[in-house]
C-alpha cells in the first residue's frame, strides 16, 4: 500500500510539472511575437491561418494551425538543435531527408524522376530541337554530390543509380541535342572541393573543371584551362542543407569567383521582369544574407539578360536551374549575349525568346535532381 501511494504521489508530480510546462509554454507563445522569417534556416515561416467555417469542416484549419504552431513555438531554435544533438548520438546518419555524411558533408538525398513527367520534358526538347535545326542545342546534367562522392556517404547509406538515368535521358535524346558529360569531369577530381559541404550545389572549382571538359564540344576553341583565375570572396559561408536539416551550423567554407585572366569582361545584366540593371555578375549584398550562394545573379528570376564585350556573334540561350548560376562567368568572354530562363518563373515561350534575342545556340543545364522533378520545363518549351 505505501508503495502505491508513493507511485500515485509521483505519477501526481509528473502530471502537474507537466501541465505547468505546458501553461508556461502556452504563455510564452502568447507573448512571443510571430517571425515571418527564419534566417537560420532561411525560408519563411507559416502564420496563423484564418479561421473559415469550411476550414475547419475540411481540416484544413487545423493542419495549417499544427504548422503554424511548430514555425512559431517560443525558442524553437534551442529545441531544434537539441533534437539534432540528441539524433546525432543516438546514430542517425539522415535528418529532414538530408544525408549526414563523412568528413562534415551534408548531401541531397538522389531523387528518383516520375517517368511520365520525365518523357514530357524529353519529348519537348526533342520537338523543340527539330523546329530550331539552325540552332546548336546541347545538354549539360551535373550529377548531385552523392552520386560523384559515394566515399562520404554515412556507412550502410544506399542511394538511386543517377548515372543510369542520366544514361536514360541521353539514349532518348539522341542525336538532337548533343550531350555534354559533366559527370566524367567531375568524378577525375571527385577526392577536390567540387561540392560544397553544407549546400547542394558544385563550387566554383566543380564548374571549372567541368567548363574545361566541355569548352571543345561547344566549339570553344582557346585553350580555357588556363584562362581564369580565382579569389575567394566569402569565408563564411553556411549553405541550405545546413539550415534544412540543423547540422554542421559551424561549419564555414569559402567561395570562389573566376574571372578571365587576359581578356576584358565588362558586362550589362539586364533582370528583365525586375527592370533592373547591373554591370556585375555578382550580387555582393547577398554575402551579408543566409544564402551565400545567391551572390552568382542573385536570386533566382524568370529571365536574365546578359550582354558583353566577347567578338563573338554567337548568342546563348541558357535553359536553367540555380547551378548554372556559377557557370556563366566561363561562357561570358565566349558569347557576345547570353539570356538564362527559368522555366520554374518563366511564363512565357521559348518561341518569344529566339525571336526576341536571335538565339544561335541553347544549352540546357540542370542539377540532376532538378531535372528529374522538373514539370515547368514542357510548358515552357511547348507553350501549353
Not at 475547419?56 to 538543435?81: C, H, I, P
Not at 514530357?120 to 552523392?146: H, T
Not at 555578382?282 to 546578359?306: H, M, W
Not at 518569344?352 to 540532376?368: A, E, H, K, N, P
Request: proline letters at 2%; glycine letters at 6%.
Amino acid at each position: 500500500m505505501r508503495n502505491h501511494r508513493r507511485l500515485r504521489r509521483i505519477e501526481g508530480t509528473v502530471g502537474k510539472v507537466f501541465v505547468m510546462c505546458m501553461i508556461v509554454f502556452f504563455l510564452l507563445n502568447l507573448m512571443v511575437s510571430d517571425k515571418e522569417m527564419s534566417e537560420e534556416e532561411n525560408r519563411m515561416l507559416a502564420g496563423m491561418p484564418r479561421l473559415s467555417w469550411s476550414s475547419l469542416v475540411s481540416g484544413d484549419f487545423m493542419t495549417k494551425y499544427e504548422t503554424y504552431l511548430a514555425d512559431q513555438f517560443a525558442g524553437r531554435n534551442f529545441w531544434r538543435s537539441i533534437k539534432v544533438g540528441l539524433s546525432g548520438l543516438g546514430g542517425s546518419r539522415q535528418e529532414q531527408n538530408i544525408l549526414i555524411g563523412k568528413d562534415d558533408y551534408l548531401m541531397e538525398e538522389i531523387v528518383s524522376p516520375d517517368q511520365e513527367t520525365l518523357m514530357e520534358n524529353l519529348e519537348a526538347i526533342r520537338q523543340f530541337a527539330n523546329q530550331s535545326r539552325d540552332v546548336q542545342m546541347y545538354m549539360l546534367l551535373v550529377p548531385n554530390a552523392a552520386n560523384i562522392m559515394r566515399d562520404r556517404l554515412p556507412a550502410f547509406a544506399t542511394v538511386s543509380d543517377q548515372s543510369r538515368m542520366f544514361a536514360q535521358v541521353k539514349r532518348e535524346l539522341g542525336e538532337e541535342v548533343e550531350w555534354l558529360d559533366a559527370a566524367e569531369a567531375l568524378k577525375k577530381h571527385a577526392g577536390e572541393k567540387i561540392y560544397y559541404k553544407t549546400d547542394h550545389h558544385w563550387t566554383s572549382l566543380g564548374a571549372f573543371y567541368t567548363f574545361s571538359q566541355v569548352a571543345e564540344q561547344m566549339k570553344i576553341k582557346t585553350d580555357v584551362s588556363s584562362g581564369f583565375v580565382s579569389y575567394p570572396i566569402s569565408t563564411t559561408f553556411n549553405g541550405m542543407l545546413a539550415a534544412k536539416s540543423g547540422c554542421r551550423m559551424d561549419v564555414r567554407e569559402d567561395i570562389y569567383m573566376y574571372v578571365p585572366r587576359d581578356t576584358d569582361n565588362d558586362v550589362v545584366v539586364n533582370y528583365v521582369d525586375e527592370q533592373r540593371k547591373t554591370t556585375s555578375l555578382y550580387d555582393s549584398s547577398k554575402l551579408k544574407t543566409r544564402d551565400q550562394y545567391a551572390v552568382f545573379l542573385g536570386e533566382n528570376t524568370s529571365v536574365v539578360d546578359i550582354k558583353t564585350v566577347a567578338e563573338s556573334t554567337r548568342r546563348l540561350l541558357l535553359i536553367k536551374d540555380s547551378y548554372a548560376n556559377s557557370f556563366v562567368p566561363f561562357l561570358t568572354p565566349y558569347f557576345r549575349e547570353i539570356v538564362l530562363v527559368d522555366p520554374r518563373y518563366y511564363s512565357g515561350t521559348i518561341e518569344d525568346i529566339m525571336d526576341t534575342y536571335r538565339i544561335s545556340d541553347v544549352l540546357f543545364l540542370y542539377s540532376g535532381n532538378t531535372f528529374f522533378q522538373d514539370n515547368n520545363l514542357k510548358g515552357v518549351l511547348s507553350g501549353e
